[in-house]
């Protein structure tokens, strides 16, 4: 997945918990219908994905060769 793809880049890889999912959900609240978030995380977050469900959100992961853990987010389509 390229940065590109994306409207707004949140590379969370460096944080302590619980600051990438804080930082997410305020991002999402900015997310407009058409635009997608790209979460840049160290690891595979669980937790969040439960979130999106719960939000109307869809998601896609891919994992990068380095560790990095890729989610590309976007308002569920109706």
């Known amino acids: 997945?390229?940065?590109?793809?994306?409207?707004i880049v949140l590379d969370?890889?460096?944080?302590?918990p619980p600051e990438p999912m804080v930082l997410t959900?305020?991002?999402l609240d900015r997310l407009g219908?058409?635009?997608k978030l790209l979460v840049l995380l160290p690891?595979?977050?669980y937790p969040l994905y439960r979130a999106l469900e719960l939000n109307?959100?869809?998601?896609?992961?891919?994992?990068q060769s380095d560790g990095t853990v890729e989610v590309?987010?976007?308002h569920q389509t109706r």
């Not at 390229?2 to 409207?7: G, S």
């Not at 969370?12 to 302590?16: I, N, S, Y």
């Not at 109307?56 to 994992?63: H, K, R």
């Open 1 to 7: 997945m390229t940065q590109d793809k994306a409207d």
């Open 33 to 35: 219908q058409s635009e």
């Open 43 to 45: 690891r595979e977050p």
């Open 12 to 16: 969370a890889r460096g944080l302590e």
């Open 72 to 74: 590309l987010i976007r």
């Open 56 to 63: 109307g959100f869809s998601w896609q992961t891919e994992f």
């Open 25 to 27: 959900m305020e991002a």
